[in-house]
């Protein structure tokens, strides 16, 4: 990892890092991530139908540099709500820039991040934003 991110010294350093991917075909997911609401009986089977199509839609008419910037603005927001939960915990946090994806790809260990496949994030298009230093604070948290 250290290669890939440049041979920044934090990288060698730190407690943790966390690199923070975005998924440029995460709209795909429309209908699980609404499934609950259908079930819980907050959604009728119409609107969610209508939810998965609008949504899907929406992302494929705008095409691949939005998607692609969606992604980007998700995984950022995610990274700063990781990094938020973290400083409430005591631990203090670095946001990173300046690592090769396709190095990172390849590195020790980014490993398989949610698919169980090790080639997830390059068959589905995602893209680095951001990566978390961790490193305890003086409270010894």
């Known amino acids: 990892m250290h290669e890939a991110a440049n041979k920044q010294y934090k990288v060698l350093t730190a407690s943790a890092a966390i690199l923070v991917l975005g998924d440029t075909e995460?709209?795909?997911?429309?209908?699980?991530?609404?499934?609950g609401?259908?079930?819980?009986?907050?959604m009728s089977k119409q609107e969610y139908d209508?939810?998965?199509?609008?949504?899907?839609?929406?992302?494929?008419?705008?095409?691949?540099?939005?998607?692609?910037?969606?992604?980007f603005r998700?995984?950022?927001?995610?990274?700063?709500?990781?990094?938020?939960?973290?400083k409430e915990r005591g631990w203090d946090t670095c946001p990173m820039i300046g690592f090769a994806p396709?190095?990172?790809?390849?590195?020790?260990?980014?490993?398989?991040l949610r698919s169980g496949d090790a080639d997830y994030d390059r068959q589905r298009g995602c893209v680095g934003t951001t990566a978390a230093r961790l490193s305890q604070t003086d409270r010894g948290v």
């Open 102 to 112: 396709d190095a990172m790809r390849r590195s020790e260990h980014p490993g398989p």
């Open 50 to 71: 209508q939810t998965v199509d609008y949504v899907t839609a929406f992302y494929e008419n705008r095409g691949e540099a939005f998607k692609r910037e969606e992604a």
């Open 74 to 86: 998700n995984a950022s927001l995610s990274a700063m709500l990781f990094m938020l939960i973290a």
């Open 37 to 42: 609401f259908l079930h819980l009986g907050v």
């Open 26 to 35: 995460a709209y795909n997911n429309a209908a699980k991530v609404n499934e």
